[in-house]
């Protein structure tokens, strides 16, 4: 395909696969040589085109090592979006009526500062609070942390992170020493003999990285642990691989088995675990007691399903002379009470196979969002600091003040994490006023009604995003902002990998940048300190911050990322050099020599199995599972906007095995209410077989009466704080027609 001279390489708005992408402007594309000439069309493994429509620019897949030129329907139709029709262009500001009435900068602005410094100088700093997201590019994550614990001065700051990485980030720091979610380029996956996928369904959150297991499969080599079969789970079984379906919440049990087939079949790297790893007696004492037979009573699993997945594991691993192998898990079985639990329990059955450090081996956690990874960098955590630093670290507290110019015993402390923070607001002591960036709390966090009742609670909601999400909806003052294809920045891959995103096009008039927002509130507030609204100045500074911590962007600049993006090569940690020594590679894969560990070893970390917080019960059966469809994007604010996405899927559905539709006596398309013990609300079924006939699944990005999150349940992680969002216990009936609803009979057999 011919390039336009005015196309932009950029990279997807979506999840943390980042699928590179072209955009060329629309106007410029009826030139003939330009891509917008060319009917839509998607060549497998090759360019994705999507014609103009009404969008101001036309998005091509780019090659590039992830994506190879591919993107899904979610990233050909991203352009849409910038002219939503709904798009917000003016500030809003909510008036003595109770409505939203456009404002100009000014006076939003004023309002706003005015209001912050009056509720910190009667409550002091922590009764403001900031909530931030892992779709903001690095310079915009980092800036927000700065913004709260020096404009601010608040401990009270965390982010949607907190719903989606932090068990897996847990478990990578206590057992690797370090949180990069993969430690190794996605493209390795090519090389390995098996792949077990815990809980993550790729095929339909990131469809064009299924390319690089297409050699594993060709093997017979994928293994996918999910209670439904998904179209991930698909994919096994296809190719001769596994799937194995458990009853939800009880992967402990699996990996526990698993790491007991090894142990006790002498499959165990002993070298490996000899040399690189410490731990090993203890995990060893607890999965004594999970032998096959066992474990099948709890996880449902057939005991020689464990053992063949087991033994398969083995078979791939470096120690018994095959090409290598991948333990990977995703939100499935992270977002659990016990996810940090299960995530150690996954890198301790990588551990055993002597796979991490390993080329073509390894652990990793799949990164859902955009920025997922840079975004847990740079200090939006309530516990973090920019370079991965701990914020209650008196050396990473002296270092970052003096990036920051301020005295180190300003900055606050330690905040809570986010559902503990969203818990407080509004009570007494509790924060007064809120600041959101980047999430759409409302739809997306767990026990919706109560969160919704703590936002209004709120004496100020401050929301910036580009549309009307539900929770800006909700706000006192909503602030527009740029979108990807209107702003300058770095965005950090599921990889580590460090991209740029470039703008493409002019914002619509009234459209500012966060970074400038943050600059006007800083200087209304009386700031220490400098507040670039140049992306590429502040990620100068983000560099220097992160200067000598986990998470070393020392060396990078956006000068270095636009010499030769071709390469984008740069992975971090890439650390400054002295003068006149060459610059460091950047570092694509992790542990080739030692763990950043106190020893240098690995550790084996002995966990066991609790279950769901809100488990089975005779009135509520059945268990909920929550999840993603290919065509939304979390809380569906900007999917539900894109015409031909909203279209493919215009609501939710409960997926039901023909088992239990058959016990309730309903067909496809029925209506039928689901009740936990937070809510209830009623929605159209789907019956396939694919899901377990003891649960049921919804996906969560729908708000108001179609928002599953009315339903889940807020029980978190004690180590993590992430919530438990894929499991909870739920009665599902349907109405009969005097009004009184039927409920199922208990599922005696599914203990
Ligand atoms: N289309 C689309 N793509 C996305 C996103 C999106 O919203 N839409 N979001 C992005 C983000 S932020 C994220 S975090 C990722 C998430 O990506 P994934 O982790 O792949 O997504 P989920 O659908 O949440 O969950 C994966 C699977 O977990 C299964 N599951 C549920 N309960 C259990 C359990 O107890 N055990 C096991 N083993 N599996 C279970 C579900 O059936 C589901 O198939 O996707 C990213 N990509
Ligand atoms: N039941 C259930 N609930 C879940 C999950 C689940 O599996 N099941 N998954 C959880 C997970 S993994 C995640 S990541 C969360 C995500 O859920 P949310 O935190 O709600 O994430 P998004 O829907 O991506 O919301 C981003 C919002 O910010 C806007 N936005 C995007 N980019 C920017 C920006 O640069 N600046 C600003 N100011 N705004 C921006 C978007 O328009 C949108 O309104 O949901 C969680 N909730
Ligand atoms: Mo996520």
């Known amino acids: ?133 892992g779709g903001l590019t690095n310079e915009k994550a980092y800036q927000l942390g700065k913004f709260a614990r020096v404009a601010l001065g608040t401990a009270n700051i965390d982010y949607n992170g907190r719903f989606c990485m932090s068990s897996a980030a847990a478990a990578a720091n206590r057992s690797l020493g370090i949180d990069r979610g993969l430690p190794f380029p996605l493209t390795d996956l090519s090389r390995a003999d098996a792949v077990l996928l815990l809980g993550s369904n790729l095929a339909e959150t990131m469809p064009p990285s299924v390319a690089h297991l297409a050699e594993v499969r060709a093997r017979g080599g994928l293994v996918v642990v999910d209670p439904r079969r998904s179209a991930t789970a698909e994919l096994a079984a296809d190719s001769q691989g596994l799937h194995l379906q458990p009853l939800p919440g009880t992967d402990l049990v699996v990996l526990l088995a698993l790491v007991h087939i090894l142990l006790s079949e002498g499959l165990a790297d002993t070298a490996y675990l000899e040399e690189r790893t410490e731990g090993l007696e203890d995990v060893r004492r607890r999965s004594a007691l999970w032998w096959p037979e066992r474990a099948e009573q709890v996880c449902g699993v057939p005991a020689d399903q464990l053992r063949a997945a087991a033994r398969l594991l083995a078979a791939a691993s470096p ?8 333990v990977l898990t995703g939100r499935g079985v992270e977002q659990s009470r016990q996810g940090t ?46 370079g991965y630093r701990m914020i209650d670290d008196p050396a990473a ?41 980047g999430s759409n709390l409302l739809v997306s966090a767990p026990n919706a009604q109560l969160v919704a009742a703590r936002l209004r609670s709120l004496e100020l909601l401050v929301v910036c995003d580009f549309v009307p999400s539900e929770t800006a909806l909700l706000a006192d003052v909503v602030l527009p902002v740029t979108q990807w294809a209107e702003e300058e920045g770095t965005m950090t891959s599921l990889e580590g990998r460090i991209l740029r995103r470039r703008k493409a096009i002019e914002p619509p008039a009234g459209v500012r940048s966060e970074l400038w927002v943050w600059a006007q509130l800083a200087a209304r507030l009386g700031a220490a300190g400098t ?113 031909s996405l909203a279209t493919a899927v215009p609501g939710p559905r409960v997926e039901v095995h023909p088992l239990l539709a058959a016990r309730l006596g309903v067909a496809d398309g029925r209506r039928v209410r689901l009740t936990t013990a937070r809510g209830s609300m009623v929605l159209p079924v789907r019956v396939s077989d694919a899901i377990r006939p003891d649960t049921v699944f919804v996906p969560f990005h729908w708000g108001g009466p179609e928002g599953v999150n009315q339903l889940t349940s807020d029980a978190t992680d004690p180590v993590s704080g992430m919530p438990e969002f894929k499991v909870c216990a739920v009665d599902v009936s349907v109405d009969s027609p005097d009004g009184a609803t039927r409920p199922v009979p208990a599922a005696g057999a599914t203990r």
């Open 341 to 386: 639990a299960t995530v150690s329990a996954a890198i301790n059955l990588a551990l055993v196979l002597g796979l991490p450090g390993r080329v073509g081996s390894g652990y990793g956690a799949v990164t859902g969002q955009g920025n997922g990874q840079g975004g847990r960098e740079h200090g939006q955590k309530c516990d973090q600091l920019p």
């Open 1 to 133: 395909m011919s390039r336009s001279p005015v196309a932009t390489s950029t990279h997807c708005p979506y999840c943390a696969l980042q699928c590179a992408q072209r955009l060329t402007p629309a106007d410029a594309s009826c030139d003939s040589s330009a891509p917008a000439a060319t009917a839509a069309r998607r060549v497998a493994g090759g360019a994705a085109t999507q014609p103009a429509g009404d969008a101001p620019v036309v998005v091509e897949g780019r090659d590039f090592p992830t994506n190879r030129g591919g993107l899904c329907q979610k990233g050909w139709t991203s352009a849409t979006l910038l002219q939503a029709p709904d798009r917000l262009t003016a500030p809003l500001v909510r008036g003595p009526d109770g409505t939203l009435v456009p404002t100009s900068w000014e006076v939003a602005l004023d309002l706003v500062a005015g209001q912050l410094a009056r509720i910190r100088a009667e409550d002091g700093p922590d009764a403001v609070a900031v909530f931030g997201g």
């Open 397 to 437: 507290r002296t270092h970052v003040a003096g990036v920051w110019g301020v005295d180190p015993d300003t900055l606050p402390g330690k905040g809570k994490p986010a559902l503990e923070l969203l818990a407080s607001l509004g009570t007494h002591g509790g924060p007064r006023a809120l600041l959101v960036h």
């Open 319 to 326: 120690s018994s002379g095959g090409r290598g192998a991948f």
């Open 531 to 643: 507040w670039d609204t140049d992306p590429r100045l502040v990620f100068d500074e983000l560099a220097r911050a992160s200067h000598g911590g986990r998470a070393d962007y020392g060396g990078v600049s956006h000068e270095r990322l636009d010499r030769d993006d071709a390469s984008a090569v740069v992975f971090w940690p890439c650390p400054a050099v002295a003068a006149g020594e060459p610059e460091h590679p950047g570092t694509p894969r992790l542990f080739g020599d030692s763990f950043p560990t106190p020893s240098g070893r690995a550790r084996l970390v002995a966990v066991d199995h609790v279950g769901p917080a809100d488990d089975l019960r005779p009135d509520a059966p059945i268990h909920l599972v929550t999840g993603r469809v290919l065509q939304h994007y979390q809380s569906g604010a900007q999917t539900r906007r894109v015409p």
